[in-house]
């Protein structure tokens, strides 16, 4: 099992950056797919962006590419993601996430992954 920590959420300007870290427990980090979603009130929780256990080969929504960035630090059992030119509408509760089996195509849906982290509120103001 993992445990996921999220942290680095807070209220920034539109066209600023902000960097969300996810902490993970255990010694197997490096095998787990890691993901970012974010959800708002009322709304299912959406996939944002994901990297692979191995290669660290990376996908991201159409909404988020160009602007949002994944990356993975094996060495420290952490997560990031770099937002840049940051919008209102990316206003919401970021959560990390993990699965560990293989599989052909990163899972791209939240029901797809086991292990998630408690929520890290990001809010950008016009």
């Known amino acids: 099992q993992v445990q996921l920590v999220e942290s680095g959420g807070g209220l920034v300007q539109a066209g600023g950056s902000l960097r969300l870290s996810c902490a993970a427990s255990g010694r197997t980090f490096s095998s787990y797919t890691m993901a970012w979603f974010r959800q708002t009130p009322g709304k299912e929780r959406e996939f944002v962006a994901a990297?692979?256990?191995?290669?660290?080969?990376?996908y991201a929504a159409d909404s988020v590419k160009g602007r949002f960035t994944i990356s993975r630090d094996n060495a420290k059992n952490t997560l990031y993601l770099q937002m840049n030119s940051v919008k209102p509408e990316d206003t919401a509760v970021y959560y990390c996430a993990a699965y560990q089996r293989p599989s052909l195509r990163v899972d791209t849906t939240p029901r797809g992954y086991d292990y998630w982290g408690q929520g890290s509120q990001v809010t950008v103001s016009s």
């Open positions: 990297i692979t256990y191995i290669g660290g080969a990376t």
